[in-house]
C-alpha cells in the first residue's frame, strides 16, 4: 500500500535519492536492491543532475563518485509543480526522455515523474483516486490474531474479513489497527465502518 500512496497524480513524491558523493559501486547496488533504475542526485534538499541505467550500463570506474557521471543541472530537463500528465507526457516525448524532476523556482527537488506512472494514468483514466489523485487501495486482514503484525499505511484502507472469525474477533482486529496507526504516525483513527455482501 505504501507504494501506491506514494504518487499524487502521477507524481512520485518522495522519490530516493542520491548524493554526488555516492559512489558508482553503491548506487548500482542501491538500483538492485530497489529496482530503481534511476536517482535524482541531491545536495541536500537541492536537485544538482541526476543518474540513470544509461549512466551505469556500461560504467565500470565502480569508486568515481557520482558528480563525475551524473547528468548535471545544466542539462537537465525539469518540470514545475502542477504540470499536468500531457504537459510531462510531450516533453518526456519530444526529449526522449524516462524521467522528469519536478522542482521549485529554487531547483528544490518537488517530486519525478516516469513514463510508466504517466503511462499508466493516461492508459487507465478510471482508476479509482482520491483527492490528492493517489490510487485508493485497501488491505485485507484475514486469519489475523491480535498478537500478529500489521504493516500500517496513515492512507489506507482496511478489510477484515469475517467469514471465520466473531464479532469480538473483528472488533479486536480493527482496535489493533488503530493502535498500530496511532504508534507509527501519531494520529487516531476514526474508522468508518462499512458491510459489504449480506450477513447470513
Request: aromatic fraction near 4%; glycine fraction near 8%.
Amino acid at each position: 500500500m505504501a507504494k501506491v500512496k506514494r504518487y499524487e497524480s502521477g507524481v512520485l513524491r518522495d522519490p530516493v535519492v542520491i548524493t554526488p558523493e555516492h559512489t558508482v559501486r553503491q548506487v548500482m547496488a542501491m538500483s538492485e536492491q530497489l529496482g530503481i533504475s534511476g536517482f535524482p542526485v541531491c545536495q541536500g534538499k537541492q536537485v544538482v543532475g541526476i543518474v540513470t541505467g544509461r549512466d551505469l550500463r556500461f560504467e565500470q570506474r565502480y569508486d568515481v563518485q557520482v558528480r563525475e557521471i551524473m547528468t548535471p543541472l545544466d542539462k537537465l530537463i525539469t518540470v514545475p509543480e502542477g504540470v499536468t500528465p500531457q504537459e510531462a507526457k510531450a516533453l518526456l516525448n519530444k526529449h526522449k526522455l524516462e524521467r522528469l524532476l519536478v522542482v521549485s523556482d529554487s531547483f528544490e527537488l518537488k517530486g519525478l515523474i516516469t513514463v510508466k506512472d504517466i503511462t499508466k494514468q493516461t492508459s487507465f483514466p478510471n482508476a479509482a483516486r482520491d483527492s490528492a489523485g493517489r490510487l485508493i487501495d485497501a488491505a485485507g486482514l484475514r486469519g489475523f490474531v491480535s498478537g500478529g503484525a500489521v504493516i500500517a499505511d496513515k492512507h489506507a484502507n482496511y478489510i477484515v474479513n469475517r467469514d471465520h472469525a466473531t464479532s469480538a474477533d473483528v472488533l479486536r482486529i480493527i482496535a489493533h489497527v488503530r493502535n498500530v496507526v496511532a504508534r507509527q504516525f501519531g494520529i487516531q483513527l476514526e474508522p468508518e465502518v462499512q458491510f459489504l455482501g449480506t450477513m447470513l
